[in-house]
DNA sequence: TATTGTTATACTCTATAACTATA
DNA sequence: TATAGTTATAGAGTATAACAATA
C-alpha cells in the first residue's frame, strides 16, 4: 500500500520557491537599506546601473532591459532626474521618444552606490564559499533565464 | 599598475543580490497565480502551511515563525478565519492570546493548494538538475539562516 | 510616453487590553 | 492593594513595487 496523497514532508521550507523568496527578500532590505543612504530605490539603482551598461537608450528599451513596466519607470526616471543623474532628451528621428543618458554626477553616484553595495554582498554571502558563489550565480541566472521577461 | 576603482565588470548581472531578487519575483508571481486560484494570498498560503505543521499556535508565536510582522498576520488572519480555513480562540490561561488552529476545511485547501504548487514548482525549477535542486535548496536555507530573523 | 488606479507586501506608529513584577 | 512595565492583538497610515487600463 502506498502512502496517502496527504504527504507530511511536503513542508514549507521543503519548497525551492519559498526559500528562494524568503532569502530574497532579506536581500531585498539589506538592498533598500544600503541604497537609501545614497538616496537610491533599488529599482533606480538598477536603471542608472544598467543604463550606465548599455549608454543611452529609449524608455521603452531601458525598461525591458531592466524588467520593468514601462509605465512604473516613469516615476523613477523623474527622480533619478531631479537628482541630475540622467538627462532626457527627445529623440529628433522619433519625437515620441526620449532617449535616456546617465550623467557625470550619475556615474559618480553609481559608482559610491556600487561600492556600498559591494561591501554589503561581501558580508550578506558570508555563508557561501567561493565555489558555492559562482555555481549559485550561474543557476539564478539560468533560473531568471528560463522563467522569461 | 592597477586598474582603477571604476569597475567595469561590477554590472547589474555580476550581483549575486541582484540575481537572487530578480528570480526570486518571478517565482512569486507564479506562486500568486497558482494560488488565486484556490484564494489564497501567497502568505496566507505560508500561514497555513506553518500553522499546519506546528499545531495551534498564538498569533504572535505564529508570526515570529512566518517571518511576518505581528501587526501585519492579523489580515491575513482575518481573511483565513472568512474563509473558515482556521478558527481562533482565547486562550483561557492568558486571554491576551488567540489559539490559532487548522480547521479541516483549511488542510482541504492546504492540500489542493500545495499539490497545484507542487506542479508549479517542478516546471518552475525543470532548469535545474535534480542534485542541484539539493544543494541549492540547501544554500538558500543558509543563507536565510545567516540574513537572521 | 505618461497617468491613474488597484493589489500585495512590508514597515511604523498608536491604542487597548491583559498579564507580570514590585512597592 | 496600587503602580509600573511588558506583551498580545488590532488598526491606521505610509512606502515600495508590480500590474492593468487608458489617454
Redesign the pocket.
Known amino acids: 500500500m502506498e502512502s496517502p496523497d496527504r504527504d507530511a514532508s511536503r513542508t514549507l521550507d521543503g519548497r525551492l520557491g519559498y526559500l528562494l523568496v524568503r532569502a530574497a527578500?532579506r536581500v531585498r532590505?539589506r538592498y533598500?537599506a544600503v541604497l537609501?543612504v545614497h538616496g537610491l530605490?533599488?529599482?533606480?539603482h538598477a536603471i542608472l546601473s544598467r543604463l550606465n551598461e548599455i549608454g543611452p537608450s529609449?524608455?521603452?528599451?531601458l525598461a525591458d532591459r531592466v524588467?520593468?513596466?514601462?509605465?512604473?519607470i516613469?516615476?523613477?526616471?523623474?527622480g533619478l532626474y531631479k537628482a541630475g543623474y540622467i538627462h532626457?532628451d527627445r529623440?529628433p528621428a522619433d519625437r515620441?521618444?526620449?532617449?535616456v543618458a546617465v550623467t557625470p554626477a550619475g556615474v559618480d553616484v553609481l559608482d559610491i552606490a556600487d561600492r556600498a553595495l559591494d561591501a554589503m554582498e561581501e558580508d550578506t554571502f558570508a555563508s557561501l564559499a567561493v565555489a558555492e558563489k559562482t555555481s549559485f550565480a550561474e543557476q539564478l541566472a539560468r533560473l531568471s533565464e528560463s522563467l522569461g521577461r
Request: glycine share 6%.
Open positions: 527578500m532590505q533598500t537609501s530605490l533599488p529599482n533606480q529609449h524608455q521603452k528599451q524588467g520593468l513596466d514601462p509605465g512604473d516613469i516615476a523613477y526616471l523623474d532626457r529623440d515620441r521618444r526620449q532617449i
